[in-house]
């Protein structure tokens, strides 16, 4: 007969990795977010691909991208490249290291919160980044969600 601590322990675990599985299934929307004073009122999937896989550097108002990042390992960035870009985080390092070393491009700013990434593109109106669409607030604008 099992030690009930046991069996405890076991059901405990159990009912967690059922929680973090319906956490991880119901991830959240990402909205792709610009400064408010931007003439931009929306963005394709294949305009943000290109400007975040450095296969273009210009916003459709002609001006030059600043995009900014989350850290490699974040949800959100994982959620983002995938549905965005179609490729992995491994891929996409593997686009930015070859781009980088050939010196056609210049990978995103990468900051370490969706605080940060407000921040940096309410203070820059060639801005653009992407968090989680539940902390889009007056301070910028969202110009695509992702699901």
Do not use: C
């Not at 990434?117 to 109106?125: C, H, M, S, T």
Request: glycine share 6%; proline share 7%; no cysteine.
């Amino acid at each position: 007969m099992q030690h009930p601590n046991t069996l405890q322990s076991v059901l405990k675990s159990a009912v967690a990795i059922g929680l973090l599985t319906l956490v991880h299934a119901a991830s959240a929307q990402v909205a792709v977010i610009v400064n408010p004073k931007s003439a931009i009122a929306s963005l394709s999937p294949e305009q943000v691909s290109s400007i975040f896989l450095g296969k273009s550097n210009t916003l459709p108002s002609g001006s030059t991208a600043a995009p900014v990042d989350l850290p490699d390992g974040s949800p959100v960035h994982e959620q983002f490249y995938s549905k965005a870009t179609g490729k992995t985080a491994a891929q996409v390092k593997a686009t930015w290291a070859r781009l980088t070393f050939s010196g056609k491009a210049t990978p995103p700013k990468e900051v370490g919160s969706a605080a940060e990434v407000k921040k940096f593109v309410a203070a820059n109106p060639d801005a653009i980044g992407y968090i989680e669409k539940s902390a889009v607030d007056g301070t910028v604008k969202a110009v695509l969600t992702i699901d």
